[in-house]
């Protein structure tokens, strides 16, 4: 089979339409994380042990995505609430944040966003908590 130079140009943007529809999208949107996640946290620490509660994380502001939050939970001394700082990664499915203490990774999906918090030291914890997007 021979090609004229027009068949073969038309065959080359055929492939390369091809290509470019069955390859993931190289850019994502960035999400809104703007406004407030609410839900459930378990957590465990040196001290006081097994603890469950409700959490809040609050984004008070974003650019692109680099935002400001705050974080609040109850505790044995009552509601703490935390300035936060955060990222989201360039897919738009990873969450990380940063607080005076630990840092918190987190997974986003739709109105959902797992997120896990880690501190050392002499007030260790692991905690880990769904969060629900509120209206």
């Known amino acids: 089979m021979t090609m004229n130079k027009k068949t073969s140009s038309l065959f080359a ?44 994380i609050t984004v008070t502001e974003q650019q692109g995505r680099s935002f400001r939050a705050k974080v609040s939970y109850p505790s044995e001394k009552g509601e703490i609430s935390e300035d936060l700082i955060g990222t989201v990664t360039p897919d738009g499915k990873g969450i990380f944040l940063v607080g005076d203490d630990g840092i918190h990774l987190g997974t986003l999906s739709g109105e959902t966003l797992d997120v896990c918090y880690l501190e050392t030291g002499d007030d260790a914890m692991a905690a880990c908590s769904r969060l629900t997007k509120q209206p």
């Open 13 to 56: 943007a055929a492939a390369l339409l091809a290509a470019l529809a069955s390859a993931p999208a190289l850019a994502q949107d960035t999400p809104s994380l703007s406004g407030a996640w609410k839900g459930k946290s378990d957590a465990i620490g040196k001290q006081p042990g097994f603890t469950t509660g409700d959490v809040t």
